[in-house]
């Protein structure tokens, strides 16, 4: 049989699940009949072999004597609780039960198998007690009693386990080695480049009006930060702590987890990259990341060349050059009306929304100690801090005099692609703390993160863990 959790539920802010039991009878005992309704998986998880089980409990708490109405395909004819109930691929699910007067009580649970063939129970509704009347009928409502199992006592939910790894043996904070070895079958593969960083030595730095910088040595995320990255900091209560409703958590229930996360304000985003040991980046050290070339000059792209018809993405391949007079548009066919950011194959559509990180390797931006920075242009717009701010809200980190998104995401102009012109939210000179909300809240909608950390020398950048990482 087929069980389809349903997305709020999965997204941890579930409202209540309505499960009715007409009950109705000429004679005792009485006939049952239990509805549920699991709307179509909209999630994405790996469920594999999902199934529900309905537990009928009677006053003491006992499983009580269960005749089914009607016959269950491989179910014999008279059952104790759990009773297997038949769903159709929709989600539709209804079982008829013959029950002797008296009050029961109605546990539906939810199972699945994790990528590696693992079995484990997800979510858990119940009813109150419901009383069962001979001639008589009667309407239960099941709510959500528990969505925090955790059969392998690590601290982490199984069903942040699937979001994360696809298993249902994640370790907080340490991936287990099956999730590490891409020869595992379990292994999920995802961008060679997640977790792990680039450093930069730093020094003088030409900003975009003239003006000098000295830059200390720092590193930065090879990738932007995906959902599964997002997902371990809410399963481990560090991000959007008690916040089931909000938009990213939704969006979570549904985005590939190796997509990078939207939506987030510059203080949200601080938190996800502190859970990795790391902040969000100055916005010099982006800008010279990005900008810096030799002997002080700028470069117009993160990548190396300055136009955009000499970038000519073939995803796994190195860029050639575009036709003469090709140059406005960003890898997208001249028949596409729409204009992206991401760098595409020539001869196709626009993908006009956010790709798994690294999905085009040709505009890697190659320079610092360690490997490539991918999809520092396009993709998703990154944010950045200016420090020396006194102005405190809530959806800026303490500190800033300004915010800034850089890179371009997938759907802006081809102009935020280039280094001069990013997207800047400064604190009012008029103090109107409200205005300063909103726009920052505005600008947060198209907003990706990419992490920093400050180091030593300049030379090595410490990796941090992004279950899973297949490959070395």
Known sequence: MTVRAPRACAALGCAAMAIAAALSGCTAPGDATVLASLPELENRLPLREPRATLDVLDAEGRAAAVELAEPVEGAPTLLQSPLPV??????????????????????LHVAAQDRCGTEGELLRFASGEVEVAAFGSSTAALQLERADFDGDGDGVPAFFELLTCGRFDV???AAPAACLDPADPCCKEGSPLEGRRTAFAGGSHTRADGSVAEIAPFALDATEATWRQLARCVAARACLVNQPEHPVRQVMASAPADEPVYGLTPAEAEQLCAFADARLPQDDEWDFAAAHRDAGTRGRYPWDGDDLGALVVRVGQGPSRAPAGDDDVVGCDAADPGVSANH????????GAPLPVGSFPSSNVRRGAGVPLADLGGNVAEWTVVPGGSLTIPEVPDGAAAVVLRGGDATSPIELLENDIPVVSRQPANGDATAWSTTVRRLS?????RCAVSVDDGTTAPPFVAEPSCGP
């Not at 038949?86 to 546990?107: D, M």
């Not at 020539?346 to 993908?351: D, E, L, S, V």
Request: net charge positive; charged share 20%; proline share 8%.
């Open 86 to 107: 038949p769903c159709t691929e929709a989600g539709q699910c209804s079982i008829g039960l013959r029950l002797a007067p008296g009050r029961y009580r109605f546990v």
């Open 344 to 351: 595409q194959r020539r001869q196709a559509a626009c993908p």
């Open 171 to 173: 370790v907080d904070g």
């Open 445 to 449: 909608a198209m907003a990706g993160v």
